[in-house]
């Protein structure tokens, strides 16, 4: 059964339900985070950066994360499935903090995809409820986004991952939370069959 997190107490608010959604799934591993005032702009010298989302830092981990939420439906429509566009302001602000806090901190799109139909993007085990939706949280590096993204809308400014090229690259946030060993690409993430409606 997929893991289900009971209450918000001590949550800071977030209007975006896949923002509060990860926040949740931190709060309920028990992962230490900060949820980043994303209603403002910074500046970084005479730069303005878009807000990341979370600072990540697993117990275990000598890393921590900078998280840029992504949040998807599964499918998007009746059947796009793993979309993944970015704006190009997004990821360049996310690669500003990157620079800013230096090696030690990785930036990290995480793909928040809410399973709206019949398959998930990950094992029932890795989904995760909240709030009456089922989410799959997979994990991308932003330097390795970036490498094989492609235009994808000049007027919105957008940039995409090849579905492929994707699945190989995304992992389970589960695995670059909570395991300690190095960063390994997946050979690719299936989608899986659903589970049924929560009890």
């Known amino acids: 059964m997929f893991a289900k997190f009971r209450g918000d107490r001590g949550m800071a608010k977030r209007d975006n339900h896949y923002e509060s959604a990860f926040a949740a ?8 985070y900060v949820a980043v005032d994303e209603t403002r702009r910074s500046l970084a010298g005479q730069r303005s950066l878009k807000n990341l989302d979370f600072i990540v830092s697993p117990r275990h981990q000598a890393r921590s994360w900078l998280v840029d939420i992504k949040g998807r439906r599964f499918p998007t429509g009746k059947s796009q499935y793993w979309r993944n566009w970015c704006t190009a302001e997004e990821l360049a602000s996310l690669s500003g903090w990157e620079t800013l806090f230096g090696e ?10 809410e399973v709206v139909g019949d398959l998930a993007p990950l094992p029932v085990d890795q989904l995760f409820e909240h709030g009456g ?8 590096r932003l330097d390795h986004y970036v490498s094989w993204s492609r235009p994808l809308s000049l ?3 957008t940039v995409t991952v090849s579905i ?3 699945r190989a690259l995304a992992r ?3 695995a670059l939370l ?3 060993g190095p960063f390994q690409p997946l050979a690719g993430l299936a989608a899986q069959t659903t589970v049924s409606p929560a009890d």
């Not at 799934?25 to 230490?32: A, K, S, T, V």
């Not at 030690?104 to 995809?113: G, Q, S």
């Not at 939706?133 to 991308?140: L, T």
């Open 25 to 32: 799934y931190l709060r309920c591993r028990g992962i230490p």
């Open 104 to 113: 030690r901190f990785t930036a990290l799109l995480v793909f928040a995809y």
């Open 133 to 140: 939706s089922i989410y799959g949280f997979v994990g991308v």
């Open 155 to 157: 007027r919105w400014n």
């Open 164 to 166: 492929p090229k994707f």
């Open 172 to 174: 389970p946030i589960e």
């Open 178 to 180: 909570l395991d300690a």
